[in-house]
């Protein structure tokens, strides 16, 4: 991989983990103001909007990204020109479209996701005013989306790093501000403040598409679609240009869909089901922890290793076009051991550390702590789960089988579908979880065993790391667990937000040091990192 290209994903990789934290971190300030009542309405109106703006943008980033990348590199840069303005006509239309039939089906979807027409003081009215709010946005993002693709055809990163980084800050302040207005000053109450916190999608859009045009106008030199044709044009019809462009959308619309589609069918379901067993006096609050609050902090981890990991894929497609099996071999190895010594100790020592870091994050009592530390606990583990798919259906796009990548995340979804209310109704919020691990552990399944086959992979040594890393892990937890019950003789993390910060900070100061340093006593972190890091924990050690 060319360093240029190397430096271009780091960069992106960075800009996309800062905006992750940041949707994290403003839960905070937000969950403490709506509590778990306004963080199920948020996610009413926002489970609606991702998936029809998913729709709308057809995977189009991505296929943009790839066509420009290709007709650049033959000199052919008017084609480029008209998918540009093609791709920007598709968008627009498409944006209507989502935006047209989500404002007018708002009713329909809102008494879905509230399981009747009232739950606990919301009714379908509330609903239907957050769903429009957001769904405004859908006129703005797939152009910007759009866009952003565009730049990375021409492997520039860093104006889709910023636009992401501006959009998520504005978004963040307006919304946050706007919510304290509404409630703290004006008294417009919840369902008002929610409104506007959802709106604030398209406020953050709009700041995304402004940075993106000063990128354009600073960098108009270097972008070789506005340059003269080196060669003679393509001629292709739109026809073509746009069965070109779906045929490399496709695998990104459904993989991209994987998080979102889950969370979907649990903001449908979960209602409508905790109220048929009986459960509706907390089935509302009990879906915001399991959908909104509890799943950003999971994705931390995620978000991580999946940074590192992805890196890897361009290699992967590399090698498969080259025909270099055994090179192959090592990028995927690399790829999945890295996932794996990362996310499994964090995904464990989070479920082990639920209360503390639940109630770190969202303290205050209108997040129901006791019931959130449990949920937490629960959904810790699948974290692995997630990073696992992530590279799992990449690969399978980088060695060119895309389609088993779609046909596992469908095995899972219809999983998901077939057992989340049966198993809400037995576990509540836990058989939410255990559903999608079920799922994803299908998907996984299956793209295991089409990697192995199409890629020629096997997972004899990946297995004994793996067991290697669960040995290491089990020991983490035990020092995790210990340290954490020593603690408690002085300090109870119940006590509040600065004491759940001490408790976390010192047990997993010393559970991950144990686990880095048996992990490099018994060469680990050699084998799946290289020589260089040992190395480097050599120099620190003398």
Do not use: C
């Amino acid at each position: 991989m060319s360093s240029k290209l190397l430096r271009g994903t780091f960069v992106l990789t960075l800009g996309t983990y800062i905006s992750r934290i940041l949707g994290m971190i403003y839960l905070i300030p937000f969950g403490a103001m709506v509590g778990a009542t306004g963080g199920a309405l948020f996610q009413y109106g926002y489970n609606q909007y991702t998936i029809f703006l998913s729709i709308a943008t057809m995977g189009f980033p991505a296929a943009v990204s790839k066509f420009v990348s290709k007709y650049n590199s033959m000199g052919d840069y008017e084609t480029t020109r008209r998918m540009l303005r093609a791709g920007m006509s598709m968008m627009l239309v498409t944006g209507i479209i989502a935006f047209s039939i989500l404002y007018l089906s708002a009713p329909f979807f809102a008494e879905m996701a509230l399981g009747g027409t009232e739950n606990n003081g919301l009714t379908i009215e509330h609903v239907v005013y957050v769903i429009r709010m957001v769904s405004l946005a859908l006129l703005v993002v797939p152009i910007l989306a759009l866009i952003r693709g565009f730049f990375q055809g021409h492997q520039m990163m860093g104006p889709t790093a910023v636009s992401q980084v501006v959009e998520q800050i504005a978004r963040i302040v307006f919304l946050l501000t706007a919510t304290y207005l509404v409630i703290k000053v004006v008294n417009g109450g919840l369902v008002v403040a929610v409104g506007y916190a959802t709106f604030a999608a398209l406020i953050g859009a709009f700041a995304g598409l402004f940075t993106l045009y000063f990128s354009w106008q600073k960098r108009k030199g270097a972008l070789l679609a506005l340059k003269p044709n080196l060669v003679p044009s393509a001629n292709i019809t739109y026809r073509q240009m746009f069965k070109e462009l779906f045929s490399y959308a496709a695998p990104y619309v459904f993989v991209g869909l994987a998080i979102p589609l889950y969370q979907y069918i649990d903001t449908n379901t979960f209602n409508r089901a905790m109220i048929a067993a009986g459960y509706q006096n907390i089935s509302q609050d009990l879906m915001a922890i399991v959908t909104l609050y509890v799943p950003k902090l999971v994705m931390i981890p995620v978000s991580l290793a999946t940074a590192f990991g992805l890196t890897l894929i361009p290699a992967v497609t590399e090698n498969f076009t080259n025909k270099d099996f055994p090179a192959l071999n090592k990028q995927i190895d690399q790829a999945m051991q890295i996932i794996l010594f990362i996310v499994l100790p964090a995904s464990v020592g989070m479920a082990l550390l639920s209360g503390p870091v639940y109630t770190f994050f969202y303290g205050s009592e209108s997040l129901l702590p006791e019931m959130g530390r449990d949920i937490l606990f629960w959904y810790a583990p699948v974290a692995l789960l997630f990073s696992l798919f992530t590279v799992n259906a990449a690969i399978l796009q980088g060695v060119n089988k895309q389609k088993f990548a779609v046909v596992s995340l469908m095995m899972g979804i219809v999983i998901k579908i077939a057992l989340n209310v049966p198993l809400i109704k037995l576990f509540q919020g836990s058989g939410s979880i255990l559903a999608t691990a079920l799922g994803y552990s299908a998907s996984l399944l299956y793209g295991f065993i089409m990697i192995k086959r199409h890629a020629g992979y096997s997972y004899r040594k990946l297995f004994k790391r793996f067991l290697l890393m669960l040995i290491l892990t089990a020991v983490m937890g035990i020092i995790l667990l210990l340290v954490q019950a020593l603690l408690s003789l002085f300090i109870s993390y119940e006590g509040g937000q600065i004491r759940s910060a001490v408790v976390i900070f010192i047990t997993s100061a010393v559970g991950g040091s144990v686990y880095l340093y048996l992990a490099y006593r018994v060469k680990l972190l050699e084998k799946i990192f290289g020589q260089r890091l040992n190395r480097f924990f050599k120099r620190k050690a003398s």
